[in-house]
């Protein structure tokens, strides 16, 4: 039986943070001391939960189920109300009735990854040895890790095989990892802008992120709830400087150039005198609102270790030898988080380890973030692969 209840997650309630705020929207999965999750670092852990969303009806022989993998600081909200923010749900370009996951025809399963902070067992979680939130006593977690776990969930759905497992960036790098640690449970697959492994200069930015979240002093090393403050401003660089790398020079020089933020001269001062500061400093604060220190520091972490040919004496390929899989790799030419090269890098293992593989490089300046947003030719491709992956299952063709 499925173990449901309504999601005591763990803190951010803007202005007035707790670490027991109730996320009504979601469903959670508990797994107990029988069902530890074996982790890369070696620990197991144990209890541990999952919080998830899903939309759409499983079918009779649960062949239409779809798995889809957020990104970094997104979570399982993707085609509802936000709890948090309030805001339209994170992935409603893609998601939805008629869209390409089309939630009238699939079962969309999404959940909040292990180590975040939507539901699912992370630092901000309390430790059931002391009573207190973990934070840094959390084990590190890895991309297979939260693979592993999602493993665990569709198993409680009694799903043999999912339909197609989606997710852009990070969740780009949960495809590849599902399609690798379990091809037989992976019909087809949809990786955008990804990699198979984190190159230096995005280790790099997660670097300065997460120094600039431990150098506030309120993140009191880990431990900002028990001393009843929250690093905002380091968290808040630390997403200013993210930020930057989802957008591209084209899209910033687009949106704001150089002109002003309300006024008409510069004050000479550090004041927001550009919009783009502005809008970077909004980033930055609405993040705040929405998100833990600790789960960023383990997230951004994962997606360092993540190296699949790491894992295989160095041989891409060989990962993905004999894979019946159907892939399909997206990549945007303005990604430079994520450029084109590292997805023709995935197609070309595919193809020498043998696998049936579609390409698409779409055009546009809205850079890393492109996969969230409206873009037509992408989201046409998305569709016709599912429905020619859908034809393939026997899940016949879509009304729309
Ligand atoms: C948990 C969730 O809700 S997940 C939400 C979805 N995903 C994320 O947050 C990931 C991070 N966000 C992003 O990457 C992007 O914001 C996207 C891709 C989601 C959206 O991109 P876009 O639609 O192009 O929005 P854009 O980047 O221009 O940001 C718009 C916001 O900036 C604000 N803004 C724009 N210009 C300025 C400015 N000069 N000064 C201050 N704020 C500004 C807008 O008011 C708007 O605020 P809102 O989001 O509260 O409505
Ligand atoms: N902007 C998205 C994608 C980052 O890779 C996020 O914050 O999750």
Known sequence: MMNIHSVKGQKIAAGERTQEVDHPHSLVAQFGADQPLPLDCGIELSPFQIAYQTYGTLNADKSNAILVCHALTMDQHIANVHPITGKPGGWLT?????????????????????????????????NPATGKAWGLDFPVITIPDMVRAQAMLIDRFGIDKLFCVVGGSMGGMQVLQWSVAFPERVF????????????????AFHELGRQAVMADPDWQHGRYFEHGCFPHRGLAVARMAAHITYLSDAALHRKFGRKMQDRELPTFSFDAD??????????????????????????????????????????????FRGTQTRFCVVSF????????????????????GGARVSFAEIVTDKGHDAFLLDEPEFIDIARAFLQSAGTARGLGKAEH
């Open 94 to 126: 893609l998601v939805g009735p008629g869209k390409p996951i089309d939630t009238d025809r699939y079962f969309v399963i999404c959940s909040n990854v292990i180590g975040g902070c939507m539901g699912s067992t992370g630092p901000a979680s309390i």
């Open 188 to 203: 087809s697959a949809l990786a955008i802008a990804c990699a198979t492994r984190h190159s230096a200069q995005n280790i």
């Open 274 to 319: 550009f919009q783009v500061e502005s809008y970077l400093r909004y980033q930055g604060s609405s993040f705040v609102e929405r998100f833990d220190a600790n789960s960023y520091l383990y997230l951004t972490r994962a997606m360092d270790y993540f190296d699949i040919a790491a894992d295989h004496d160095g041989v891409l390929a060989a990962a």
């Open 333 to 352: 030419t303005s990604d430079w988080l994520f450029p084109t090269s590292e997805s023709r890098a995935i197609v070309h293992a595919l193809n020498a």
